[in-house]
C-alpha cells in the first residue's frame, strides 16, 4: 500500500526545501518507495482531521494502511527501519546511525532552528543581536564538534545512511539563513554531497513544483 504523507499546501520556505516534508520525501525516493501527498492549508491544519494524525497540528505525517505517524524523524526511522538503504546492517553500525539521526534533531537543529524564527520574529525588539549572538555561538560549537567528527569523510560513518540525511536537511537550514558553513569547508562540502544526490533532487524538484503550482494559482 502506497503511503501518504502530508505537506503545506504553501510553504513558508518558498520552495527552497527547508519544510520538514522534505525529508520524509529524500527518505521515500533514497529507498525507491512510491508514495502520494496530500496538501494541507494552515486552516485545515488547525482542524480536527489533521489533529487526529498530528496532534500539534503541524506536518508531515506520514499514513500507510492503518499506521499514521507524525514527527519527521520518527517518520525517516520507520522508513529506513523497514526499507533496505538508508540503516546498516551491522547491528552496531545500525545503531551509530540511529545515534546520528538523535543528534542531528535534538543537538544540532535547536540553536538553528531558534536562529530562524528569532530572525523573523525578533528582529525589531531590543535583545536582538545579543539573542543572536548567543544562538551564532551555540550553533558553532555544535558545528564545531561536527567538522571534527566527519574529518575528511564523505558521510558521518562510512555509508550514507538516516543519520546523513537529516544532519544535511538540517544544515540547509542554516546556509539559507547565513554564512557560517563557509567557515567549515568539510560541512560545506559534506551538504553539497547530500544535495547531489539523485534522491535528494527528485524530493527537491518535486516539492518545488508545489510551490510554482501555488504561486502560479
Same mark, same amino acid.
Request: glycine fraction near 6%.
Given at each position: 500500500?502506497?503511503?501518504?504523507?502530508?505537506?503545506?499546501?504553501?510553504?513558508?520556505?518558498?520552495?527552497?526545501?527547508?519544510?520538514?516534508?522534505?525529508?520524509?520525501?529524500?527518505?521515500?525516493?533514497?529507498?525507491?518507495?512510491? #508514495?502520494?501527498?496530500?496538501?494541507?492549508?494552515?486552516?485545515?491544519?488547525?482542524?480536527?482531521?489533521?489533529?487526529?494524525?498530528?496532534?500539534?497540528?503541524?506536518?508531515?505525517? #506520514?499514513?500507510?494502511?492503518?499506521?499514521?505517524?507524525?514527527?519527521?524523524?520518527?517518520?525517516?526511522?520507520?522508513?529506513?527501519?523497514?526499507?533496505?538503504?538508508?540503516?546498516?546492517?551491522?547491528?552496531?553500525?545500525?545503531?551509530?546511525?540511529?545515534?546520528?539521526?538523535?543528534?542531528? @534533531?535534538?543537538?544540532?537543529?535547536?540553536?538553528?532552528?531558534?536562529?530562524?524564527?528569532?530572525?523573523?520574529?525578533?528582529?525589531?525588539?531590543?535583545?536582538?543581536?545579543?539573542?543572536?549572538?548567543?544562538?551564532?555561538?551555540?550553533?558553532?560549537?555544535?558545528?564545531?564538534?561536527?567538522?571534527?567528527?566527519?574529518?575528511?569523510?564523505?558521510?558521518?560513518?562510512?555509508?550514507?545512511?538516516?543519520?546523513?540525511?537529516?544532519?544535511?536537511?538540517?544544515?540547509?537550514?542554516?546556509?539559507?539563513?547565513?554564512?557560517? @558553513?563557509?567557515?567549515?569547508?568539510?560541512?560545506?562540502? #559534506?551538504?553539497?554531497?547530500?544535495?547531489?544526490?539523485?534522491?535528494?533532487?527528485?524530493?527537491?524538484?518535486?516539492?518545488?513544483?508545489?510551490?510554482?503550482?501555488?504561486?502560479?494559482?
Amino acid at each position: 500500500m502506497k503511503p501518504i504523507i502530508t505537506a503545506f499546501e504553501r510553504s513558508p520556505d518558498r520552495g527552497k526545501g527547508l519544510a520538514r516534508d522534505m525529508r520524509v520525501r529524500w527518505a521515500l525516493e533514497e529507498v525507491s518507495q512510491p #508514495y502520494d501527498v496530500r496538501l494541507v492549508s494552515f486552516e485545515e491544519m488547525k482542524q480536527p482531521a489533521h489533529l487526529a494524525l498530528h496532534p500539534f497540528g503541524q506536518i508531515p505525517t #506520514y499514513e500507510q494502511g492503518d499506521l499514521a505517524l507524525f514527527e519527521s524523524g520518527a517518520i525517516v526511522f520507520h522508513i529506513a527501519e523497514h526499507n533496505a538503504g538508508l540503516l546498516p546492517r551491522d547491528p552496531d553500525a545500525r545503531a551509530r546511525a540511529v545515534t546520528w539521526m538523535f543528534a542531528a @534533531l535534538n543537538t544540532v537543529e535547536p540553536p538553528i532552528f531558534d536562529r530562524s524564527l528569532v530572525n523573523i520574529l525578533e528582529r525589531d525588539e531590543p535583545w536582538y543581536e545579543q539573542r543572536l549572538r548567543s544562538l551564532d555561538s551555540s550553533i558553532r560549537k555544535r558545528l564545531d564538534g561536527l567538522s571534527a567528527r566527519l574529518g575528511d569523510a564523505d558521510w558521518l560513518d562510512g555509508a550514507f545512511s538516516a543519520g546523513d540525511l537529516l544532519m544535511v536537511t538540517v544544515l540547509l537550514r542554516l546556509k539559507a539563513s547565513s554564512d557560517m @558553513l563557509d567557515d567549515y569547508s568539510n560541512l560545506a562540502a #559534506y551538504v553539497v554531497r547530500g544535495e547531489a544526490r539523485p534522491a535528494y533532487k527528485r524530493a527537491f524538484a518535486d516539492q518545488l513544483a508545489v510551490f510554482t503550482a501555488a504561486s502560479a494559482g
